[in-house]
């Protein structure tokens, strides 16, 4: 599986114009690549991942392409994605875990889903008592509702569920937000587990946690206001990060072994800017100590060295 997305350009239309959520968006994604997608709130991390299965009718493909195994993946086309969704490219909303519906029990809703999505539920039995079993869970949680399961637990069916069909690409979104550290880090453990196993081939774990991606990821991509600032392998861009962002994302990281929530994402000062009328040039100027004058239009995104790519007038 390699996944190749082109200058891609989703814009949301509201009535105050068009929020240009994705501006340009350039990445390849390797066969077995676990990359993490980082960067504050309000980045474009949640819309490149709707992207790649379903828009939203208010989601608007304005250009640019994404390949899947050299074929064009149709993003706008509604008919011709439903061969993809799931089967080929799955996604785990964020918020997925309150999304359960409550009414529901377990095994009957993952039998309604399978149905929707044109598999026999009996065909993958089989398979989901042995996944739920590999990601520790009783055989029981299928006759029980969702209310009845804790948070952990309710994460690892929606992964389950999610991954069911082996999909070659997966992506997550904050799956592990809501969930407290120990359980956070044996979720993310658990799907590397499935990467490892074949379940997924690659996967796209989203999460404004820097410090979580770094154990599990092979990759990490900064994204900045609807543009990728920054792709490297997670230890360079953990230790060595080239654009003034990442640095700074990085230098905000808690000191290993503390436990303190200070530090995080919010400790760095600002905010991004709205994208409803994007600034021109690099959009991270006006919180950057380096800005100068060229900054007033758009760094290229440039391979700075093998596998480390960045945009920023100082880094080229
Ligand atoms: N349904 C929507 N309508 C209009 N703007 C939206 C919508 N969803 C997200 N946005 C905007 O798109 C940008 C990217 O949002 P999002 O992809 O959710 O970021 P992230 O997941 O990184 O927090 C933000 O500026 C956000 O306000
Ligand atoms: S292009 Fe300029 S403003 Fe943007 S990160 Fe680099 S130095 Fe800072
Ligand atoms: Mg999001």
Not at 14 to 37: K, P
Not at 52 to 58: N, Q
Not at 155 to 166: A, E, K, P, Y
Request: aromatic residues 6%; contains cysteine; glycine residues 8%.
């Amino acid at each position: 599986m390699t996944l190749r997305v082109n200058d891609l350009k989703v814009y949301y239309q509201t009535l105050r114009g068009d929020v240009h959520a994705l501006d340009g968006v350039t990445f390849d994604l390797a066969d077995g690549e676990i990359m993490g997608l980082a960067g504050e709130s309000g980045c474009g991390k949640t819309t490149l991942g709707k992207s790649l299965i379903r828009l939203d009718s208010r989601m608007k493909h304005v250009g640019g392409t994404i390949e899947l195994d050299g074929k064009n993946v149709p993003i706008a086309d509604e008919k011709a994605m439903v061969p993809l969704r799931y089967h080929e490219i799955s996604l785990i909303p964020q918020y997925a875990m309150s999304a359960l519906n409550p009414t529901r029990k377990i095994g009957r809703m993952i039998k309604d889903l399978m149905k929707a999505r044109g598999v026999d539920p009996a065909s993958i039995e089989d398979e989901l008592h042995r996944r739920l079993e590999l990601v520790g869970l009783e055989q029981d949680v299928l006759n029980r509702f969702p209310i009845e399961l804790s948070g952990g637990m309710k994460q690892r069916v929606v992964m389950v569920i999610s991954t069911l069909l082996n999909p070659s690409l997966l992506i997550a979104d904050e799956v592990t937000s809501a969930l407290d550290v120990s359980t956070q880090r044996a979720v993310a453990e658990s799907m590397v587990e499935f990467r490892d196993r074949g379940f997924v081939k690659s996967m796209v774990f989203v999460t404004h946690d820097l410090s979580l991606v770094y154990q599990m990821a092979d990759t990490i991509m900064v994204m900045y206001a609807g543009h990728v600032v920054e792709k490297a392998s997670a230890k360079t861009i953990v230790n060595e990060p080239k654009h003034p962002y990442t640095q700074m994302l990085i230098s905000a990281l808690p000191e290993v072994g503390s436990t303190e929530e200070q530090g995080r994402l919010e400790g760095i000062p600002g905010k991004p800017p709205g994208l409803l009328d994007p600034p021109t040039g690099c959009r991270f100027k006006d919180r950057c100590p380096l800005a100068f004058s060229k900054c007033s239009e758009r760094p290229p995104l440039v391979e700075i060295e093998p596998g480390h790519w960045a945009a920023c007038w100082k880094t080229g």
